[in-house]
Nanobody, 122 residues
Framework: QVQLVESGGGLVQAGGSLRLSCGAS????????MGWFRQAPGKEREFVAA????????YYADSVKGRFTISRDNAKNMVYLQMNSLKPEDTAVYFC???????????????WGQGTQVTVSS
């Protein structure tokens, strides 16, 4: 069982940066693939980025590639999403998720956080 809590969201101007954090409970955190997803008002939830259990392998949506970086610290049970060059279209609620069998956009994520709001003004 994994419990996830996101933080770090807020209001930022276009071109700015934010760093989202996701803290996880549970001694088996290091065995989970982790992902970030987002959902904008009136839109479906979409995949943003993912990282495998060791942190060696990552996967990004085309819309954020080159601007966002996912990382993890297994010693601290934390996963991060560094977001640079933010655009108004990045405005959404961002969710952290854990998968016990894979990582990436098609993995089965069985654990989700409550989400943190990111708003990018133009």
């Amino acid at each position: 069982q994994v419990q996830l809590v996101e933080s770090g969201g807020g209001l930022v101007q276009a071109g700015g940066s934010l760093r989202l954090s996701c803290g996880a409970s549970g001694r088996t955190f290091r065995s989970y693939g982790m992902g970030w997803f987002r959902q904008a008002p009136g839109k479906e939830r979409e995949f943003v980025a993912a990282i495998n259990w060791s942190g060696i392998s990552t996967y990004y949506a085309d819309s954020v590639k080159g601007r966002f970086t996912i990382s993890r610290d297994n010693a601290k049970n934390m996963v991060y999403l560094q977001m640079n060059s933010l655009k108004p279209e990045d405005t959404a609620v961002y969710f952290c998720a854990a998968s016990d069998n894979d990582y990436g956009p098609s993995a089965s994520y069985g654990y989700w956080g409550q989400g943190t709001q990111v708003t990018v003004s133009s």
